[in-house]
């Protein structure tokens, strides 16, 4: 059994089949990853003990003749910002080096009573602050396709993972693009779900009004699989939505003719020629299935980069105040005195990147400044949102590139944290809005790099979302 070529449906075949026990497979997954690892660094500890025995529970639930579950002995990774009990969870930053959580994530628990083994923890950008993964305390990941490139971020562990074959799907999480933008840039299928729909307990607070944790797998099917085993709502979780969640297997059923998707004219420019090529071939081959294309506009797009860099600082600013070296494991060993001690853990602990994202939330919930940053960057937001609700009224999806570029080098963008921040400028929108959007693979450039193409659905629509995507890939999306 080669991990590389699995599906979850050939697993769960598999295994009522007695081909294979859990505890074979979940072997053969750690032994790949301990093997693989080096050449990506996408995995900060893998459990092994806790893999096996979740194997071990799956293979007795078998011999007693019991269903042991829709993603029983799927090898599943899990980014190192969700807690994971008695798991070392570290969100990629030194100050959590040592930290072991005292209880286990609503969408890993979810997942393990699913029959799924949670193989490890995957790197990821300190507390999912980045586009490359570069910003890790625990080094860059490598990108699977092209080891010279960054696997996008901030799920570039996540990504890396299932790209590279070490394990079947992944959990990630997205607040402005960080599940869609790895699974474009690794040529895997990546889902933000609507705000609300997976529980957040668990989920290491960054930007709480925007953070959603979602799947990533090797085609559209296996993500739907893994979003139906975490969705819906959650008592721990007041943000997570009472809507009912429906049977994603159902929606695909390869029907779209006739779907209107609305193609915006804000995400068409400046592209590389190389992406811009591969939404060609997209819009064509949506056009091919019957799907019906209307050009649209999204008017207050070019607002979405600021309104997002202090919506979501603001709310880090907030959330990271508690690293403070009194909870939270590390403290600077050299602190005198209080005062030293909460600037000293906090200078030594964290990386550039939240630093940088510290002091401008900070700057822009102040007195005085509150108004003229976070109070009007929240009302574009409403505005951005508006525009989607409207075009909705005349499509029933939207298709747009994911990323403006493929994978770069690492260090390309390090130095330019405005650079960086436009690998996200097609993702952040749905994100402000709270709307489900799905990366699907569209072809490689003629240099081999994947090219993501992104399907923005209505609040709730992930249905029609994993009906489109896997429409798409099934007429041949991924190889365009
Ligand atoms: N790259 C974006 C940022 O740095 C998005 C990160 C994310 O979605 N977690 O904020």
Redesign the pocket.
């Known amino acids: 059994m080669e991990i590389a070529k699995l599906t979850i449906a050939s697993i769960q075949e598999a295994l009522r089949a007695r081909r294979v026990s859990a505890r074979e497979l979940a072997q053969e997954a750690l032994r790949t990853a301990r093997e693989e690892n080096p050449k990506t660094n996408a995995y900060l500890l893998l459990a092994e003990d806790r893999a096996l025995r979740a194997a071990e529970a799956v293979d007795a639930a078998l011999a007693r003749g019991e269903d042991p579950g829709p993603l029983a002995g799927v090898p599943v990774a899990v980014k190192d910002n969700i807690v994971t009990r008695g798991v070392r969870t570290t969100c990629g930053s030194r100050l959590l080096e040592k930290f072991v959580p005292p209880y286990d994530a609503t969408a890993v628990e979810r997942l393990e009573r699913a029959g799924a083994i949670v193989l490890g923890k995957t790197n990821c950008?300190e507390f999912?602050?980045?586009?490359s993964n570069e910003n890790s305390a625990f080094g860059p990941v490598r990108n699977p396709v092209a080891p010279d490139r960054v696997p996008g971020?901030?799920?570039g562990g996540s990504a890396a993972a299932v790209a590279q074959g070490t394990a079947v799907a992944a959990l990630g999480?997205?607040?402005?693009?960080?599940?869609r933008?790895p699974a474009s840039f690794c040529g895997v299928a990546g889902l933000s779900p609507t705000y609300g729909r997976v529980s957040r307990y668990g989920l290491v607070a960054?930007a709480s009004s925007?953070?959603r944790i979602g799947p990533l797998a090797r085609n559209v099917r296996d993500a739907a699989m893994l979003l139906q085993a975490v969705a819906g709502r959650d008592e721990r979780d007041s943000t997570s939505a009472f809507a009912p969640v429906p049977d994603y297997q159902a929606s695909m059923t390869g029907e779209v003719r006739g779907l209107r998707v609305g193609v915006p004219r804000e995400y068409f420019q400046g592209l590389t020629p190389d992406t811009a090529a591969q939404m060609e071939k997209a819009r064509a081959l949506l056009v091919s299935l019957g799907c019906e294309l209307r050009g649209i506009s999204l008017p207050h797009t070019a607002y979405a980069i600021p309104c997002?860099?202090i919506v979501?600082t603001a709310e880090a600013s907030s959330n990271l105040a508690r690293y403070d070296g009194v909870r939270y494991t590390w403290r600077s060993p050299q602190a005198g005195t209080l005062a030293e001690m909460y600037s000293m853990t906090r200078g030594q602990g964290f990386g550039a990147e939240c630093k940088r994202r510290i002091m401008l939330g900070t700057y822009v919930l102040s007195a005085g400044y509150y108004d003229a940053y976070y109070l009007k960057a929240q009302k574009v937001r409403t505005l951005i949102t508006r525009d989607f609700l409207a075009a909705f009224e005349q499509v029933d999806a939207i298709a747009t590139p994911v990323s403006p570029f493929p994978a770069f080098r690492l260090g390309e963008k390090l130095d330019d944290p405005l650079q960086?921040?436009l690998?996200?400028i097609f993702?952040?929108t749905a994100?402000l809005a709270g709307l489900p959007a799905l990366s699907v693979p569209c072809g490689r450039t003629p240099e081999g790099l994947p090219v993501g193409l992104q399907l923005i659905g209505p609040h709730f629509g992930e249905p029609l979302l994993f009906r489109l995507g896997e429409a798409f890939e099934r007429a041949g999306g991924g190889s365009l």
């Open positions: 950008d999912a602050m980045g586009s971020g901030s799920s999480s997205d607040t402005g693009g960080s599940i933008q960054f925007l953070d997002y860099y979501c960086m921040y690998s996200d993702t952040i994100s």
